[in-house]
């Protein structure tokens, strides 16, 4: 891909590999119970961050690029039980479907405004959106992360 399309795709994919990286670390060798453990009331445990965060992003690509998808927002925060190495399969599956969701997205589309409930924005800034969005979860569940482990040695010194 040496067209200004494909450099821009190309750059966009790489902001959600980043983030994509970064969520593996968070969720790496954690317990389910980690991956639950909310920090308190009306607070999202990691792998409700995480499985919310893939959701977003793989909506708003397929989106921008022009393909239906059929969504249940709130299921990603019902997310339990779930083992490390299953949000990382979620992590794969989330990056194989955005890559290929942005391998559609023509010049057209990133520039014509796309209507959605609450504003209209360009598909280049709706893009722009799905990747901070996600980086704003991963840093929300960074922190989670950083709480429950804090926590798990709190009660182990009781």
């Known amino acids: 891909m040496t067209t200004t ?3 821009t795709t190309a750059m966009y994919a790489g902001f ?6 970064a969520m593996r ?3 790496g060798g954690l317990s389910p119970a980690l991956l639950d453990w909310r920090p308190g009331p009306d607070t999202n445990s990691i792998a409700a961050l995480v499985a ?6 793989r909506n708003l690509t397929a989106i921008v690029a022009g393909v239906p998808l059929t969504r249940d927002r709130d299921a990603a925060f019902r997310v339990v039980g779930l083992a490390a190495e299953d949000l990382v399969a979620m992590i794969d599956a989330a990056e194989r479907d955005v890559d290929g969701f942005l391998l559609l997205v023509t010049d057209d589309r990133l520039d014509a ?3 959605r409930p609450m504003r209209t924005a360009s598909g280049a800034a709706w893009l722009v959106r799905a990747a901070v969005h996600s980086r704003e979860h991963l840093g929300q569940a960074t922190l989670t992360r950083q709480l429950a482990e804090q926590a798990v040695v709190a009660q182990r010194g009781n």
């Open 113 to 115: 405004p796309i209507e």
């Open 16 to 21: 959600f590999h980043e983030a994509h990286v």
């Open 52 to 57: 919310h965060a893939l959701d977003s992003e």
């Open 25 to 27: 670390d968070v969720v």
């Open 5 to 7: 399309l494909g450099v």
